[in-house]
């Protein structure tokens, strides 16, 4: 087989391809492009699609060449990515939640949300509502959150949202716009949610952000709800009294 006969036959599939040959690379179009975003182990994702990496050893010429093509797995992995997703709210479940967050090294902010009075709308307007306004703000948290950020379904109405920053003015602003959305498009139930901001940096354990922000949580609730605010000190003491 030839270099091109090789290269015709690897386009034909659709298929981007790297191959080292005689002491040469020669990369297709978009190769590099695609091997930016790693999700799984040899798995990448390129814009709405996912490839898997697979290499062959070929004679190429008459000399042993290596070549590394990225098949379109796009079909599978949306059907993986769906399993580990909660079903009501379209977040991340609970379980997958605690992986990413058994994985975490980084500083980050953590915010737990959670929908005010929430019981009433199962009470007075029935579990299928109830459904209907989780879907709709878990829909409002994905459309206000980057890539590297990560949200799920903490519990119940619970939401917890962990953004890959240590702005966490910025990141209660961010919040505040969430919270504002979701109340204009639930103003017929006049809904909105309560919410606590935690740092986590590294100098304490991941589950002490956490229920830093649960405090900050409980402080918003305890002083009118619809509101969000950052955990500090007197906040904690107010808690343990």
Excluded at 146 to 173: C, H, P, Q, W
Excluded at 193 to 222: M, N, Q
Aim: charged fraction near 30%.
């Amino acid at each position: 087989m030839t270099l091109e006969i090789l290269k015709q036959l690897l386009s034909s599939f659709g298929w981007e391809y790297k191959i080292i040959y005689d002491s040469q690379v020669i990369v297709s179009g978009k190769y590099n492009e695609l091997t930016k975003k790693m999700i799984y182990e040899d798995t990448f994702q390129y814009e709405n699609n996912y490839y898997k990496c697979k290499e062959k050893t070929i004679i190429l010429d008459g000399i042993e060449c290596r070549v590394s093509y990225l098949e379109d797995v796009t079909k599978y992995i949306e059907f993986v990515l769906a399993l580990k997703k909660d079903k009501i709210t379209g977040l991340a479940t609970r379980e997958d939640l605690e992986d990413y967050i058994a994985k975490l090294r980084k500083t980050s902010i953590f915010v737990l949300c959670d929908i005010d009075d929430f019981k009433k709308v199962n009470d007075n307007y029935g579990h299928p509502v109830g459904d209907q306004v989780l879907n709709l703000l878990g829909s409002i948290i994905k459309k206000n959150i980057r890539e590297k950020d990560f949200a799920g379904r903490y519990g119940g109405e619970e939401f917890l949202i962990i953004f890959d920053t240590d702005n966490i003015e910025s990141v209660k602003l961010r919040i505040d716009k969430i919270n504002r959305d979701f109340n204009m498009q639930t103003e017929n139930l006049n809904l909105s949610f309560s919410a606590g901001l935690s740092l986590y940096d590294g100098s304490k354990r991941i589950t002490k952000a956490i229920k830093e922000a649960d405090v900050a949580l409980y402080y918003v609730k305890k002083n009118g709800k619809n509101n969000s605010a950052i955990f500090d000190k007197e906040m904690e003491e107010n808690f343990t009294k």
